[in-house]
Structures are given as structure tokens and as C-alpha cells.
């Protein structure tokens, strides 16, 4: 196979794979040339604090933070996050672990 058949069937091979199901991925802020860890997660809303932006969610595992399935609030990114959200809902979401150590929720879909 020629260089350029060669070319066209890896650029082929790439446009035929489907776009992942799971969340965009959202620009990452790097901090001392360190990109912060995000991941997707699944859960169920068990409490929601708007007035502190935090979410209570019930959660599977997040192999990212090594972390196991458990019920933890999440500091919230932005208040519009939670707008529409009631305890009991399904969703998924994207946690980020911000330089502090801390993690917080920076995209949520029901």
C-alpha cells in the first residue's frame, strides 16, 4: 500500500469511530504546568444546598481520585448547575480535583 492509500485509510479508520456518549470535555485550566484530574461520574442526587453550592450525590466510583462509590457533598462550580435538579434525579457529571485538594462538580447532565 502506497504512502498515500496508507494516509487515507488511517484517516478513515478515525473518522468512522463514534464520538464517545459520555460528557464534553470542558478546557482545562493548568496550574504549574500540572492539568488538574476530571472525571465523569454517575451518581444520584441526595441533597442540594444552593445557597453553599453544594451537591449531595450518591456516587459509583471514581477510579481517577482512587476514590470508592460513597455520598459526599460536592462544592458546585456555578449555581446554574443545579437549577432544574431535585434529590432523587439521575445524573451524570464531571468532578474536578482543583489545586487546594478539593473537588468540585463542573458540568451536570440529568
Given at each position: 500500500m502506497g504512502r498515500t492509500a496508507?494516509?487515507?485509510?488511517?484517516s478513515l479508520a478515525i473518522s468512522a469511530?463514534?464520538?464517545?456518549?459520555v460528557l464534553a470535555a470542558e478546557p482545562v485550566e493548568v496550574r504549574?504546568?500540572?492539568a488538574p484530574k476530571s472525571a465523569q461520574v454517575v451518581g444520584k442526587v441526595v441533597a442540594i444546598d444552593a445557597a453553599k453550592l453544594l451537591l449531595t450525590v450518591d456516587h459509583g466510583e471514581i477510579a481517577?481520585?482512587?476514590m470508592g462509590p460513597m455520598t459526599m457533598a460536592f462544592r458546585v462550580k456555578d449555581a446554574a448547575l443545579l437549577v432544574?435538579?431535585?434529590?432523587g434525579d439521575a445524573i451524570r457529571f464531571t468532578v474536578a480535583e482543583e489545586e487546594e485538594g478539593d473537588y468540585v462538580i463542573t458540568r451536570i447532565e440529568k
Open positions: 496508507a494516509a487515507l485509510a488511517i469511530v463514534p464520538a464517545p456518549a504549574h504546568g500540572v481517577a481520585f482512587q432544574g435538579l431535585r434529590a
